[in-house]
T-cell receptor, first 117, second 109 residues
């Protein structure tokens, strides 16, 4: 149980393009979803926290107009990288969690590798 | 949330127990200890979590010291597929996960 699906797994696009990444919780309802990015040989960096039906909360230094997050249902959150540039190339990972309790694990998708040419 | 300290790397012989330590000396009474691992180019995989008591599941055991200032993740019989970066995270109810640098475990044949 507790499967999180992320799509696409890999995308290459031209500079200036907007890219949408989907994150779905397949077998549970996720009240909260999270978006991370990871550069090569570095740890995961939290970008934003998204609660169903409300605006996302962004971490300091993350541009909310650049990284648009929508969490329209309890099973789907999307991250749109707007007007992507080469420096946005990274590994983007989502996670989902049931409820708010500290004893609820986050479950992660397998990530999306984004390459901007 | 409490910060964690882990050794950057460890080796373990295949078939032996892998003991991965984590220091969280500033942990509060309502903060949980979570362990995840990340195999190259994949998303992190949940392993186990605990609050005060030791925990065991099909993947691993989690030993938390009585003062809760440190913990150890035990993989009882390491295999080559256990080679990964292991993250120890301390989290309060409702709060986000902040990943540290983790321990890179290499299981040696």
């Amino acid at each position: 149980g507790a499967v999180v699906s992320q799509h696409p797994s890999w995308v290459i696009c031209k500079s200036g393009t907007s890219v949408k990444i989907e994150c779905r919780s397949l077998d549970f309802q996720a009240t909260t979803m999270f978006w991370y990015r990871q550069f090569p040989k570095q740890s995961l960096m939290l970008m934003a926290t998204s609660n169903e039906g409300s605006k996302a909360t962004y971490e300091q230094g993350v541009e909310k107009d650049k990284f648009l997050i929508n969490h329209a249902s309890l099973t789907l959150s999307t991250l749109t990288v707007t007007s992507a540039h080469p420096e946005d190339s990274s590994f983007y990972i989502c996670s989902a969690r049931r409820g708010q309790a500290g004893n609820q694990p986050q479950h992660f998708g397998d990530g999306t590798r984004l390459s901007i040419l | 949330d409490a910060k964690t300290t882990q050794p950057p790397s460890m080796d373990c012989a295949e078939g032996r127990a892998a003991n991965l330590p984590c220091n969280h000396s500033t942990i509060s009474g309502n903060e949980y200890v979570y362990w995840y691992r990340q195999i190259h180019s994949q998303g992190p995989q949940y392993i186990i979590h605990g609050l005060k008591n030791n925990e065991t599941n099909e993947m691993a055991s989690l030993i938390i010291t009585e003062d809760r200032k440190s913990s150890t993740l035990i993989l009882p019989h390491a295999t080559l597929r256990d080679t990964a970066v292991y993250y120890c995270i301390v989290i309060r109810s409702g709060n986000q996960f902040y990943f540290g640098t983790g321990t890179s475990l290499t299981v040696i044949p």
